[in-house]
């Protein structure tokens, strides 16, 4: 078993950067593949950035592609995602998720674990 918490959210104006961490026990994390997603009130969840288990592999959305930074500490059991240039539209609680596979799923229903996710309001 694998328990992710994620961590870093908040409130931040148009323009501004936020840091989210997602902090792995249970389990080391290396050999797994791990996503970031978010759901917005009213909507589906959707894929933000996966990064494969090495870090060698990176995968994002388009709507975040050169503001979202999607990386991995292993040594740390942590994954990290920094987000540039926030928009209002990025608001949403954000989820982290493990894999344990060499490859980089994008779909949600790919991964095994989940956090309970953490709140990012980004105000215009």
């Known amino acids: 078993q694998v328990q992710l918490v994620e961590s870093g959210g908040g409130l931040v104006q148009e323009g501004g950067s936020l840091r989210l961490s997602c902090a792995a026990s249970?389990?080391?994390?290396?050999?797994?593949?791990m996503g970031w997603f978010r759901q917005a009130p009213g909507k589906e969840r959707e894929f933000v950035a996966a990064?494969?288990?090495?870090?060698?592999?990176?995968a994002s959305a388009d709507s975040v592609k050169g503001r979202f930074t999607i990386s991995r500490d292993n040594a740390k059991n942590t994954v990290y995602l920094q987000m540039n240039s926030l928009k209002p539209e990025d608001t949403a609680v954000y989820y982290c998720?493990?894999?344990?596979?060499?490859?980089?799923?994008?779909?949600?229903?790919?991964?095994?674990?989940w956090g309970p996710g953490t709140q990012v309001t980004v105000s215009s």
């Open positions: 249970g389990r080391t994390i290396r050999s797994y593949a």
């Open positions: 990064i494969k288990w090495s870090g060698s592999l990176t």
């Open positions: 998720a493990a894999k344990d596979s060499v490859t980089v799923p994008t779909p949600a229903a790919a991964y095994d674990y």
